[in-house]
């Protein structure tokens, strides 16, 4: 593959990926949104995160895994209060992590 093919692939990908994500935000910055709707944005990344998570916690080959042995189930439910106490997504990702690595040490 030339030099030319796969810079104009890196700059159609970057192009493909920025518009999706910009064009919303260029649109919509011209118009007072409703209350309602600015409200319903606020529960997007929460949703969003939820359905990343859900599969890695509860599901095992494509099963419900409610087994006393599964780690990522035990790490929710000590991590779950100090989301809800500390309302930092940063501060669970990194707690879960920890917690999740000593689980899977100790067993």
């Known amino acids: 593959m030339s030099k030319e093919y796969i810079w104009s692939v890196i700059i159609l990908m970057s192009i493909v990926t920025y518009l999706p994500r910009s064009l919303p935000m260029v649109i919509l910055s011209h118009y007072n949104l409703p209350a309602w709707f600015t409200r319903w944005l606020t529960f997007v990344p929460t949703a969003i995160f939820g359905a990343l998570v859900f599969p890695d916690i509860f599901l095992t080959d494509n099963h419900i895994n409610l ?17 809800f106490k500390t309302k930092s997504l940063g501060y669970t990702i990194i707690s879960g992590t920890l917690v999740y690595a000593v689980l899977q040490a100790l067993v």
Request: charged content about 0%; cysteine-free; proline content about 6%.
């Open 67 to 83: 087994a006393l042995n599964n780690i990522a189930l035990w790490t929710t439910v000590i991590i779950a209060p100090l989301a």
